[in-house]
């Protein structure tokens, strides 16, 4: 099967930063949008960025917009969430996926449906 690497992930003190990053784990070039969630204990996975195969039309949850920027490098076939001014809420197992489909014109993939392709994630977690 088709498989995502999550990498990046670790302890960070609060104020801190990281990145993760994300590439296939085989041959697959994924010419889509990628999007990035993250799922805290007990908690429902939620949506955190997407970025279209161009590197435009970025979008940010309310919760990390301003402090996460989403990037990629299609050249290296891997995707990038640096996390800055992090938070002990951001403390969570983050996810990267790629989009299923191409929507033209004004979509953000914000969904997991949009999804048809997730890694098993890397675990952040932010010490206070």
């Known amino acids: 099967q088709v498989q995502l690497v999550e990498s990046g992930g670790g302890l960070v003190q609060a104020g801190g930063s990281l990145r993760v990053s994300c590439a296939p784990s085989g041959r697959t070039f994924f010419r889509t949008a990628m999007g990035w969630f993250r799922q805290a204990p007990g908690k429902e996975r939620e949506f955190v960025a997407s970025?279209?195969?161009?590197?435009?039309?970025?979008f940010y949850a309310d919760t990390v917009k301003g402090r996460f920027t989403i990037s990629r490098d299609n050249a290296e076939n891997t995707v990038y969430l640096q996390m800055n001014s992090l938070e002990p809420e951001d403390t969570a197992v983050y996810y990267c996926?790629?989009?299923?489909?191409?929507?033209?014109?004004?979509?953000?993939?914000?969904?997991?449906?949009?999804?048809?392709?997730w890694g098993q994630g890397t675990q952040v977690t932010v010490s206070s």
């Open positions: 996926a790629a989009a299923r489909k191409y929507y033209s014109g004004r979509y953000y993939y914000t969904g997991e449906a949009d999804y048809a392709y």
């Open positions: 970025i279209r195969w161009s590197g435009g039309n970025t």
